[in-house]
């Protein structure tokens, strides 16, 4: 992969009108689509297997006057005035007439009915009319919503001074989120810290220019796709939010990169290449996690949930995809100008050459490794090292402390009750709370067939009064079969607010009542109503957590396996998340829950937080923190690694191995503080920025994700991480030999890059070989398969490997097609260096099983056709016996005549091969001797290459 990003970044660089012009005009389409198809977003909330969503499902078809969404206008009269009065009563019916003619309405409920109870208050001070309208908030149309609050407001300027009237419901219970200019000043703080960072004016806004580009996409795409899917408000601020911060991030890790590199002296252009393949290859990293994480949200099965993360996954691998090719883009555009004010000169760069065993001794060919020490180090970094038991006792006691406040946080989806005060949709709620009890704005709805009763509505009588009798029960508002006597509602006042964890109890109650009630009434009831629904999704969402969070930290432990060669490393990073985690909730629910600081942050109500926001936090705080811990511990171990090669034999020596260990923990961290200190400083920013105007829905993520990022960056990352990694020592660094070989490697430090770049000029200019191979080895399992593989093949000639062991010949084929990547040695084929780039070479490079083939000369004809280039053989003595030997040499003859064709090839029997090649006319065609391992072990090849 680095390599492949390596050629991107400098094509990039190369060509920044051709990538910039083609990103702004996909922003373009993407924005015109959304303006023509884009329907909106949609805050009906669904959770597909439930009881309450089946129970909506049923009234919709046999009771719809009670499935869809309602509004209500509460009335409060004057001081010392009743509602029942004139010219209250007068008025109130005067609007229920009104609004009865109102498009998508389809009962008004007047408090004055006789057949109607609990809407007109104890003490005849106010008074409540009730709209059901047909289907979801959604489906009204905007024009209703404007004339029912013009007859709102008509009501209130009619009634005499000092009354109330405020019109609010479900339909008014959410708000549509939008962006504020406090946004902006997040913005304008990554800026500074940019500018601080880069100590330059123009590189500074490059990040800053890149994330806009990759946010304004994933927006335009997001509202493109509402003409296709349902996808609540809440869904583009997230993305949002995220955009900008990864965007801002992986750009400023790549430029961060080149501009070091261009301070040491490289060129702008090589410097934009291997930046976008070192730095890019751990943003690719970083990128992906993210998208795991954010993808694993649909562990939850809500389908607004999936969508969300889904969305935002979307976001953050544009932002991706934009660091990667718009970074290197714009820095070809200022060019030198990228090196800003150097406060001191730096050494020039030294390069290095590989060895034949893949290892890259220092010489004068390419960028060396930071050495350990050669780094000022940190002073923090040295505090910490100096004292890491203190430092990691302190670190865990801070953040358990922290996290004391999350036992009490509660979950709910959102409601009027959460929108600020001066809204009327939050005065509505109050006042019928203050007025009719908090469980007026939140009734439940238990609903069931009746088929079977000769007398309806006697038995809902008797029902409701059973059901008035439960604790937790206000009253029972409302009794009845529907119209045709099939089915029939109870509609239940509970004691408690829709968010109150009481509210959930009842509702458990109540279907713990299920059995005992279908035994005696006969009705199969099922509690439903849009709190149920909220209810169930909430505990839907408390129930996914568990199997989510060994998702997301089973994930980690793998990937930083891979990443680092090291069980340690893992364990520590995870135990890391899992403090940042708890340490963010506790944040949140001593805000939300406990009310500190709330004036300060414009929070206007305390309590219950959004239900989705522990999941959606934990998903993207995971990926969020292994970005700082790739950023940071990768240096660490580079240096490590280069540190014990030049400690050599005395490293075995006691403490020389733990020495060396701490300190490339020093040198690690003090090479990457700066960036990853300036990184956590800008997404802290960005998503503080969301928490004092933002929606009520976004505020409490936004606010734990700024916690989070700051408690895991300098707490976690930068103080605990280095601390247990001194305490650690080498140990930190090892893993047993057989998970090893079971893990796969992933370049993510861009070794390939340097690599390619230190071999850039062997085997030497005016080279023609089609195969050069230097003291190639391969290694399975600790054997040794072959090894001193050394071949020089030119285009047109032919090659038939020879080894006492013919399996090691045909692993050395295998490998020189790219099938297998070699362990040791320099291998160049068809101008591609191994195994960096063995995709490409195992895409262009035919291959003939002619020892497993039904029909060899049918393998070896397939292999032979289309464009000539080379074409490796294994068993070629399989048609160099018997009637195949004319066909095949014919195929070869061919071949051989073209001129175009090389060929490698193994054979257990040399000898005749080379007679059949020397037939065909390949008179350049010769034997090399493969040197094996008498213990050769193969077993496992046969899967690797098939």
Same mark, same amino acid.
Not at 68 to 73: E, L, M, R, V
Not at 429 to 440: S, T, V
Not at 755 to 783: C, F, Q
Not at 842 to 854: F, M, N, P, T
């Given at each position: 992969?680095?390599?492949?990003?390596?050629?991107?970044?400098?094509?990039?660089?190369?060509?920044?009108?051709?990538?910039?012009?083609?990103?702004?005009?996909?922003?373009?389409?993407?924005?015109?689509?959304?303006?023509?198809?884009?329907?909106?977003?949609?805050?009906?909330?669904?959770?597909?297997?439930?009881?309450?969503?089946?129970?909506?499902?049923?009234?919709?078809?046999?009771?719809?006057?009670?499935?869809?969404?309602?509004?209500?206008?509460?009335?409060?009269?004057?001081?010392?005035?009743?509602?029942?009065?004139?010219?209250?009563?007068?008025?109130?019916?005067?609007?229920?007439?009104?609004?009865?003619?109102?498009?998508?309405?389809?009962?008004?409920?007047?408090?004055?009915?006789?057949?109607?109870?609990?809407?007109?208050?104890?003490?005849?001070?106010?008074?409540?009319?009730?709209?059901?309208?047909?289907?979801?908030?959604?489906?009204?149309?905007?024009?209703?919503?404007?004339?029912?609050?013009?007859?709102?407001?008509?009501?209130?300027?009619?009634?005499?001074?000092?009354?109330?009237?405020?019109?609010?419901?479900?339909?008014?219970?959410?708000?549509?989120?939008?962006?504020?200019?406090?946004? @902006?000043?997040?913005?304008?703080?990554?800026?500074?810290? +940019?500018?601080?960072?880069?100590? !330059?004016?123009?590189?500074?806004? *490059?990040?800053?220019?890149?994330?806009?580009?990759?946010?304004?996409?994933?927006?335009?795409?997001?509202?493109?796709?509402?003409?296709?899917?349902?996808?609540?408000?809440?869904?583009?601020?997230?993305?949002?939010?995220?955009?900008?911060?990864?965007?801002?991030?992986?750009?400023?890790?790549?430029?961060?990169?080149?501009?070091?590199?261009?301070?040491?002296?490289?060129?702008?252009?090589?410097?934009?290449?291997?930046?976008?393949?070192?730095?890019?290859?751990?943003?690719?990293?970083?990128?992906?996690?993210?998208?795991?994480?954010?993808?694993?949200?649909?562990?939850?099965?809500?389908?607004?949930?999936?969508?969300?993360?889904?969305?935002?996954?979307?976001?953050?691998?544009?932002?991706?995809?934009?660091?990667?090719? +718009?970074?290197?883009?714009?820095?070809?555009?200022?060019?030198?100008?990228?090196?800003?004010?150097?406060?001191?000169?730096?050494?020039?760069?030294?390069?290095?050459?590989?060895? %034949?065993?893949?290892? !890259?001794?220092?010489?004068?060919?390419?960028?060396?490794?930071?050495?350990?020490?050669?780094?000022?180090?940190?002073?923090?970094?040295?505090?910490?090292?100096?004292?890491?038991?203190?430092?990691?006792?302190?670190?865990?006691?801070?953040?358990?402390?922290?996290?004391?406040?999350?036992? !009490?946080?509660?979950?709910?989806?959102?409601?009027?009750?959460?929108?600020?005060?001066?809204?009327?949709?939050?005065?509505?709620?109050?006042?019928?709370?203050?007025?009719?009890?908090?469980?007026?704005?939140?009734?439940?709805?238990?609903?069931?067939?009746?088929?079977?009763?000769?007398?309806?509505?006697?038995?809902? %009588?008797?029902?409701?009064?059973?059901?008035?009798?439960?604790?937790?029960?206000?009253?029972?508002?409302?009794?009845?079969?529907?119209?045709?006597?099939?089915?029939?509602?109870?509609?239940?006042?509970?004691?408690?607010?829709?968010?109150?964890?009481?509210?959930?109890?009842?509702?458990?109650?109540?279907?713990?009542?299920?059995?005992? *009630?279908?035994?005696?009434?006969?009705?199969?009831?099922?509690?439903?109503?849009?709190?149920?629904?909220?209810?169930?999704?909430?505990?839907?969402?408390?129930?996914? *957590?568990?199997?989510?969070?060994?998702?997301?930290?089973?994930?980690?432990?793998?990937?930083?396996?891979?990443?680092?060669? !090291?069980? @340690?490393?893992?364990?520590?990073?995870?135990?890391?998340?899992?403090?940042?985690?708890?340490?963010?909730?506790?944040?949140?629910?001593?805000?939300?829950?406990?009310?500190?600081?709330?004036?300060?942050?414009?929070?206007?109500?305390?309590?219950?937080?959004?239900?989705?926001?522990?999941?959606?936090?934990?998903?993207?705080?995971?990926?969020?923190?292994?970005?700082?811990?790739?950023?940071?511990?990768?240096?660490?171990?580079?240096?490590?690694?280069?540190?014990?090669?030049?400690?050599?034999?005395?490293?075995?020596?006691?403490?020389?191995?733990?020495?060396?260990?701490?300190?490339?923990?020093?040198?690690?961290?003090?090479?990457?503080?700066?960036?990853?200190?300036?990184?956590?400083?800008?997404?802290?920013?960005?998503?503080?920025?969301?928490?004092?105007?933002?929606?009520?829905?976004?505020?409490?993520?936004?606010?734990?994700?700024?916690?989070?990022?700051?408690?895991?960056?300098?707490?976690?990352?930068?103080?605990?991480?280095?601390? +247990?990694?001194?305490?650690?020592?080498?140990?930190?660094?090892?893993?047993?030999?057989?998970?090893?070989?079971?893990?796969?490697?992933?370049?993510?430090?861009?070794?390939?890059?340097?690599?390619?770049?230190? +071999?850039?000029?062997?085997?030497?200019?005016?080279?023609?070989?089609?195969?050069?191979?230097?003291?190639?080895?391969?290694?399975? $399992?600790?054997?040794?398969?072959?090894?001193?593989?050394?071949?020089?093949?030119?285009?047109?000639?032919?090659?038939?490997?020879?080894?006492?062991?013919?399996?090691?010949?045909?692993?050395?084929?295998?490998?020189?097609?790219?099938?297998?990547?070699?362990?040791?040695?320099?291998?160049?084929?068809?101008? $591609?260096?191994?195994?960096?780039?063995?995709?490409?070479?195992? @895409?262009?490079?035919?291959?003939?099983?002619?020892?497993?083939?039904?029909?060899?000369?049918?393998?070896? $004809?397939?292999?032979?056709?289309?464009?000539?280039?080379?074409? @490796?053989?294994?068993?070629?003595?399989?048609?160099?016996?018997?009637?195949?030997?004319?066909?095949?040499?014919?195929?070869?003859?061919?071949?051989?005549?073209?001129?175009?064709?090389?060929?490698?090839?193994?054979?257990?029997?040399?000898?005749?091969?080379?007679?059949?090649?020397?037939?065909?006319?390949?008179?350049?065609?010769?034997?090399?001797?493969?040197?094996?391992?008498?213990?050769?072990?193969?077993?496992?090849?046969?899967?690797?290459?098939?």
């Amino acid at each position: 992969m680095s390599t492949l990003l390596y050629s991107l970044g400098r094509w990039a660089y190369r060509h920044g009108v051709r990538v910039l012009l083609a990103w702004v005009v996909i922003l373009i389409a993407a924005g015109g689509s959304a303006a023509l198809f884009g329907q909106g977003t949609d805050n009906s909330f669904s959770i597909p297997g439930t009881e309450s969503q089946e129970g909506l499902a049923q009234l919709s078809r046999t009771f719809p006057q009670a499935s869809g969404t309602s509004a209500q206008i509460v009335v409060v009269a004057a001081s010392g005035d009743s509602v029942e009065d004139a010219p209250y009563r007068d008025d109130i019916e005067d609007t229920v007439s009104q609004l009865g003619d109102l498009d998508g309405v389809l009962a008004v409920t007047d408090p004055f009915d006789p057949m109607v109870s609990g809407l007109v208050s104890d003490d005849s001070d106010a008074a409540i009319i009730r709209l059901q309208f047909n289907g979801q908030a959604t489906d009204v149309s905007p024009e209703a919503k404007a004339t029912l609050a013009d007859v709102s407001d008509a009501l209130g300027a009619e009634l005499p001074a000092g009354s109330q009237v405020a019109l609010g419901g479900d339909l008014f219970g959410t708000s549509v989120p939008g962006v504020t200019i406090t946004e @902006a000043v997040g913005l304008l703080i990554a800026l500074l810290v +940019l500018i601080v960072t880069f100590r !330059s004016f123009v590189v500074a806004g *490059l990040p800053l220019l890149t994330a806009i580009i990759g946010v304004g996409l994933s927006m335009a795409l997001i509202f493109v796709a509402t003409a296709f899917a349902s996808i609540s408000s809440t869904t583009p601020l997230l993305a949002l939010m995220l955009g900008l911060a990864v965007g801002i991030d992986y750009a400023l890790f790549i430029a961060a990169r080149h501009q070091d590199q261009v301070r040491a002296g490289m060129d702008p252009e090589e410097s934009a290449a291997r930046a976008t393949g070192t730095a890019g290859s751990a943003v690719v990293f970083a990128g992906v996690t993210v998208l795991i994480a954010l993808i694993g949200l649909s562990f939850a099965g809500i389908p607004f949930l999936t969508t969300m993360g889904i969305a935002a996954a979307v976001a953050v691998a544009i932002a991706v995809l934009v660091a990667l090719t +718009l970074t290197p883009a714009m820095l070809g555009f200022v060019k030198g100008r990228v090196v800003g004010r150097v406060r001191r000169p730096r050494p020039a760069p030294r390069r290095r050459a590989v060895s %034949d065993d893949g290892e !890259s001794p220092e010489t004068d060919a390419a960028p060396a490794p930071v050495a350990v020490g050669k780094t000022k180090t940190n002073p923090w970094v040295a505090l910490v090292s100096k004292h890491p038991i203190v430092a990691t006792v302190a670190v865990a006691a801070t953040l358990g402390v922290l996290a004391i406040p999350a036992s !009490s946080l509660a979950l709910a989806l959102p409601n009027a009750g959460m929108l600020p005060e001066s809204n009327p949709a939050r005065q509505s709620y109050d006042l019928a709370a203050e007025y009719f009890g908090p469980g007026i704005n939140g009734p439940l709805i238990m609903t069931g067939t009746i088929v079977t009763s000769n007398d309806p509505v006697a038995l809902m %009588d008797d029902l409701g009064d059973e059901i008035a009798q439960l604790p937790g029960v206000a009253r029972v508002a409302l009794a009845t079969p529907n119209e045709t006597a099939d089915t029939g509602i109870v509609q239940i006042v509970p004691e408690t607010a829709p968010d109150d964890p009481a509210t959930a109890e009842l509702v458990r109650e109540l279907r713990a009542q299920h059995d005992r *009630l279908l035994d005696e009434y006969g009705i199969d009831l099922k509690v439903t109503g849009f709190t149920a629904v909220a209810i169930d999704i909430s505990d839907r969402l408390g129930a996914a *957590l568990v199997p989510f969070g060994i998702f997301v930290v089973g994930l980690s432990f793998i990937l930083l396996m891979v990443v680092f060669r !090291s069980v @340690a490393v893992p364990i520590t990073a995870a135990l890391g998340y899992l403090l940042s985690v708890a340490a963010a909730f506790g944040v949140v629910a001593a805000v939300f829950e406990w009310g500190w600081f709330a004036d300060l942050l414009h929070i206007t109500r305390t309590g219950p937080v959004i239900s989705f926001m522990p999941i959606v936090l934990m998903g993207v705080l995971f990926g969020l923190a292994m970005d700082y811990q790739v950023f940071l511990v990768t240096r660490m171990r580079e240096d490590y690694v280069h540190a014990r090669a030049r400690a050599g034999r005395s490293f075995g020596e006691p403490g020389v191995a733990r020495a060396t260990a701490v300190d490339a923990v020093r040198s690690g961290f003090s090479a990457t503080a700066r960036v990853v200190t300036a990184a956590a400083i800008i997404m802290f920013a960005v998503f503080a920025a969301f928490v004092p105007e933002g929606d009520s829905s976004i505020k409490p993520i936004a606010l734990g994700l700024a916690a989070g990022i700051a408690v895991d960056a300098f707490l976690v990352r930068m103080t605990l991480i280095p601390a +247990l990694m001194t305490l650690l020592g080498d140990k930190a660094w090892w893993m047993p030999r057989w998970l090893d070989r079971l893990l796969p490697h992933f370049d993510v430090e861009g070794e390939a890059v340097e690599r390619e770049i230190a +071999l850039r000029d062997w085997p030497g200019e005016g080279s023609t070989a089609v195969i050069t191979a230097a003291e190639v080895g391969l290694v399975v $399992h600790d054997e040794t398969v072959f090894d001193d593989l050394t071949l020089t093949l030119e285009p047109g000639a032919a090659a038939v490997l020879v080894a006492d062991d013919t399996r090691a010949s045909q692993a050395a084929v295998f490998a020189l097609a790219g099938r297998v990547a070699t362990t040791s040695g320099r291998l160049r084929v068809a101008g $591609h260096l191994l195994p960096g780039r063995l995709s490409w070479v195992r @895409a262009h490079v035919a291959i003939a099983r002619l020892d497993e083939a039904s029909d060899p000369l049918t393998e070896l $004809h397939r292999a032979l056709t289309g464009s000539p280039g080379l074409v @490796a053989v294994i068993g070629l003595d399989v048609v160099a016996h018997g009637t195949l030997r004319d066909e095949a040499a014919a195929l070869l003859h061919e071949a051989a005549a073209s001129g175009t064709w090389s060929l490698i090839a193994s054979a257990a029997d040399p000898h005749a091969a080379r007679l059949l090649l020397d037939e065909a006319g390949w008179a350049n065609a010769r034997t090399v001797r493969v040197s094996d391992s008498p213990s050769s072990r193969l077993t496992e090849l046969h899967e690797v290459t098939a």
